[in-house]
């Protein structure tokens, strides 16, 4: 007789970080999702020059809810990385995580007032990740911006079409991405355009990465 597959619901702790305060004064939020293998407490310093430079703003970096050693070592000191899921279970891990960033974007926007401008960024694996999420949210960002990453191939399409009703979207991505081709990047464009939105597309010198320019540039436009 094979074994029967079950799931049991637990309690556990999840962790983010931000960068700002959180106050009755805050302008923005940017909610940031990491990419595979990364952890939030690098991804997020990436966005620390934009706080600095506007106390209005505030960014949260959750991280994703499986850890894993990126390099084993003999010592127990090889490099560790997030994802927000794998093929294995995927159904219930994306539950998992779609029922925690509600929970930590609820916990995050009770604080600030109902006129601060949302931005979700989602980078690579995270642009997928975000994409799920906002189409079960409890809240509409002002914007959505994917970096080197795109909707999920088996997102269904009017869930797709009816998240991005009147959302500006943002398509960002290096000219010489090692995982986002030229031909990647067109296809997902004329993807958000048969959803009912004209992206704005951003490119920059580089590779699979952030890009302080372009951050800057996407922070300046929400004023």
């Not at 995580?97 to 926007?109: C, D, I, K, P, S």
């Not at 189409?135 to 080197?148: E, Q």
């Not at 009703?165 to 030229?182: M, S």
């Amino acid at each position: 007789m094979p074994a029967q597959e079950h799931h049991i619901a637990v309690t556990r702790s999840a962790r983010y970080f931000q960068l700002g305060a959180l106050s009755a004064e805050t302008r923005q939020v940017w909610f940031v999702c990491h990419g595979y293998g990364q952890l939030a407490a690098y991804f997020i310093r990436h966005f620390a020059t934009l706080t600095d430079a506007d106390p209005g703003l505030v960014v949260v970096a959750p991280e994703g809810l499986s850890r894993f050693y990126l390099r084993e070592s003999a010592n127990g000191q090889g490099r560790v990385g997030a994802t927000w899921m794998t093929r294995e279970d995927r159904l219930t891990e994306i539950e998992d995580y779609v029922g925690y960033l509600n929970q930590l974007a609820e916990a995050t926007l009770a604080v600030v007032s109902a006129n601060t401008r949302v931005t979700v960024l989602g980078f690579s694996q995270g642009a997928a990740t975000v994409s799920r999420w906002l189409a079960r949210a409890r809240f509409r960002p002002a914007r959505l911006v994917l970096w080197a990453g795109a909707f999920p191939p088996d997102m269904d399409f009017q869930v797709a079409t009816q998240l991005m009703r009147n959302l500006p979207v943002t398509l960002v991505c290096g000219d010489n991405d090692e995982f986002v081709k030229p031909a990647d990047l067109e296809e997902q464009r004329q993807f958000v355009r048969r959803l009912g939105v004209e992206p704005e597309v951003l490119q920059f010198a580089g590779k699979h990465t952030l890009h302080a320019d372009v951050l800057r540039q996407l922070h300046a436009s929400t004023f």
